[in-house]
């Protein structure tokens, strides 16, 4: 069964905490993105990738961080720089230019 | 940078009515537009996708055109069920391998 899965689905951060956002896809797609959504606003982008060890920043990069080790995986650290982390993450992957984004279910990241 | 908005930001209408959605973006480049589907604490569901070049899409009761040129897109629900009601977004893929989207749609369909 073909898809992307994102965990946990609810995340809980203390003060100065880094917290790591998992997002792994068996699509065999090359470009993975992360998305932050708060109420009233559109999807913001925080990173991308196209390919295996490589990334860019997109429009709301500080206080983040990912890597791409894997094809499969894309995993985000919100870290401690990130001083209004509650939102709802999205992770999509998507293949070549042409084809259609594909969205995880979500992480609800909340702060204690 | 690409700004996408999208009108009216809600909607309410009773069942089997037909409506339209409204998407407008600001930079013509683009390699396609989609159209999404959110539930409510729910990932997107991809409804549509135009490539640069088509001028409409449909799956069944959803019908997608967009207009490059002028900046717009529109979705068309032909006979709304209240199944239909969630937020729909609209997003536009720039010449940057990025995606840029809309603020979204909330429709409710009054049954």
């Known amino acids: 069964d073909g898809g992307i899965t994102q965990s946990p689905k609810y995340l809980f951060r203390k003060e100065g905490q880094n917290v790591t956002l998992s997002c792994e896809q068996n699509l065999n797609h090359d470009a993975m993105y992360w998305y932050r959504q708060d109420p009233g606003q559109g999807l913001r982008l925080i990173y991308y990738s196209q390919i295996v060890n490589d990334f860019q920043k997109g429009d709301i990069a500080e206080g983040y961080s990912v890597s791409r080790e894997k094809k499969e995986s894309f995993p985000l650290t919100v870290t401690s720089a990130q001083k209004n982390p509650t939102a709802f993450y999205l992770c999509a992957s998507a293949g070549n230019v042409q084809e259609t984004q594909y969205f995880g279910p979500g992480t609800r990241l909340l702060v204690l | 940078k690409q700004e996408v908005t999208q009108i009216p930001a809600a909607l309410s209408v009773p069942e089997g009515e037909n409506l339209v959605l409204n998407c407008s973006f600001t930079d013509s480049a683009i390699y396609n537009l989609q159209w999404f589907r959110q539930d409510p604490g729910k990932g997107l569901t991809s409804l549509l996708l135009?490539?640069?070049?088509?001028r409409e899409q449909t799956s069944g009761r959803l019908n997608a055109s967009l207009d490059k040129s002028s900046g717009r897109s529109t979705l068309y629900i032909a006979a709304s069920q209240p199944g239909d009601s969630a937020t729909y977004l609209c997003?536009?893929?720039?010449?940057?391998?990025?995606?840029?989207f809309g603020t979204g749609t909330s429709l409710t369909v009054i049954p």
């Open positions: 997003a536009v893929k720039g010449t940057g391998n990025q995606f840029y």
């Open positions: 135009i490539q640069s070049s088509q």
